[in-house]
């Protein structure tokens, strides 16, 4: 989920060129200390939205640089538990699917791509029994079943449920339905 914060504060800004503004300096240090962090071990910041205020700078002896107190406005991604997100693949190996999902990229393990057993099958993975096939390029939707924020963000995906996986998979199975449907009718 996406969700705006609002921060505090105090942007360390060191000498600087004259052609470069205060306000520009003091985002360009925002963006270099906060985007692609993670926040109160939950949100990734992904971007900056605003800088609401800014007041005096405060000198520290010793330091050339000056430091401002600053509230500002980032965009945050927080993957929740049993979201469902949808996703495009953009790598397969023996452990699973690499799914991109937005401002990260989420793994299911082969266990969990599709409610078959799966085997991976030159850079695919293929159902058993379907034939169904996972490879990169293809888009997905799955549900978050786990996520861990420390360092790094990394989120675990499954696609086993009903409504979840390939898209494509979704509307032949539809065709397929409506074909047989037709038929049957045909032939009553």
Request: proline share 2%; no cysteine; aromatic share 2%.
């Given at each position: 989920m996406y969700e705006i914060l609002t921060l505090k504060s105090n942007i360390r800004i060191p000498p600087r060129p004259e052609e470069q503004s205060l306000e520009e300096a003091i985002r360009m240090k925002i963006h270099e200390d906060f985007i692609g962090k993670i926040i109160e071990g939950k949100s990734l910041l992904i971007g900056l939205i605003s800088v609401d205020s800014r007041?005096?700078?405060i000198i520290i002896p010793e330091d050339p640089s000056v430091y401002y107190p600053s509230t500002f406005k980032v965009l945050g991604y927080?993957?929740?538990l049993h979201e469902t997100?949808?996703?495009?693949?953009?790598?397969?190996s023996e452990i699973g699917a690499t799914v991109n999902i937005g401002p990260v990229d989420g793994l299911a393990f082969i266990s969990q791509t599709m409610d078959d057993y799966v085997?991976?099958?030159?850079?695919a993975l293929v159902g058993r029994k379907?034939?169904?096939?996972?490879k990169v390029g293809d888009t997905v939707i799955?549900?978050?079943?786990?996520i861990t924020t420390k360092g790094q963000m990394k989120v675990g995906l499954t696609m086993r449920s009903p409504g979840l996986g390939k898209i494509d998979r979704k509307?032949?199975?539809?065709?397929?339905?409506?074909?047989?449907?037709k038929g049957g009718n045909r032939n009553g």
């Open positions: 007041e005096e700078g927080t993957p929740n997100v949808r996703g495009q693949v953009v790598n397969i085997d991976f099958s030159k850079n379907t034939k169904e096939t996972i799955a549900s978050v079943i786990a509307k032949s199975a539809k065709g397929k339905a409506a074909k047989e449907n």
